[in-house]
């Protein structure tokens, strides 16, 4: 079965420094991996996914995810961040049969400080 | 108008009160989902389905049904409510196909404060 951990309940950043949430994974075969962000009173965003490829992806709002199939991490990233950044972040798994649902971490929260 | 609409999006009841929150889309997709956000413990699946006449529990399925009426409806209901089914609730849908990964579309969420 597929699992995700997401080591940090809460993250802190300055605004305009550099940012990275962690994920790390577990599935059989090769994973589609999804990271998707949350801000309050609002429902699930997609933000980018990993699906084969390329091991650096792009997505919404200018974040990326670097994907290490050495050390089965997914890490999601921006070069600057945004007070508006701050949200709770979800990092999800499944595998590429397609046949079981999307697995989620606990979620991240991010706070981005001015 | 949102792609995927939940209702309620909030409701307050009792203990013992039978509840059912709905979920309609109008993106298309056959398999939609009915999550559980607590603090603390992320998104958990209660119940999915693939399409109109597949039903399947998810992780924590006890105290809950549901009924796909449609493929573009999809209820959940609490039979009999309990303070600790106090959380938020999502529904989600996807496809899968060629050009289309399975990433989930949520709803804005139907938050329910049971008594």
């Known amino acids: 079965a597929q699992s995700v951990a997401q080591p940090e309940d809460q993250v802190n950043v300055a605004e305009g420094n550099p940012l990275t949430v962690k994920c790390t994974y577990s599935?059989?075969?090769?994973?589609?991996l999804f990271w998707y962000v949350q801000y309050p009173n609002r429902g699930l965003q997609f933000l980018l996914k990993?699906?084969?490829?390329?091991?650096l992806v792009k997505g919404s709002y200018g974040f990326e995810a670097e994907f290490n199939k050495s050390q089965t991490s997914f890490h999601l990233k921006k070069p600057s961040a945004l007070v508006s950044d701050s949200a709770l972040y979800f990092c999800a798994v499944s595998p590429p049969s397609g046949n079981t649902p999307l697995v989620f971490g606990k979620g991240t929260r991010l706070s981005v400080i001015a | 108008d949102a792609d995927v609409t939940q209702t309620p999006r909030n409701r307050i009841t009792k203990t013992g009160k039978r509840i059912m929150l709905e979920c309609s889309q109008t993106?298309?997709?056959?398999?939609m989902y009915w999550y559980r956000q607590d603090p603390g413990l992320g998104l958990r699946l209660i119940y999915y389905?693939?399409?109109?006449?597949?039903?399947n529990k998810g992780e924590i399925s006890d105290g809950y049904s549901v009924s796909r009426q449609a493929q573009a409806k999809f209820s959940l209901s609490l039979e009999s409510a309990i303070p600790n089914q106090t959380a938020l609730y999502f529904c989600?849908?996807?496809?899968?196909?060629?050009?289309?990964?399975?990433?989930?579309?949520f709803g804005e969420g139907s938050r329910l404060t049971v008594l």
């Open positions: 599935v059989s075969g090769n994973p589609y």
């Open positions: 993106k298309g997709h056959d398999r």
């Open positions: 990993y699906i084969t490829g390329d091991n």
């Open positions: 989600a849908t996807s496809t899968r196909t060629y050009t289309n990964t399975g990433e989930l579309f």
């Open positions: 389905s693939f399409d109109v006449k597949d039903i």
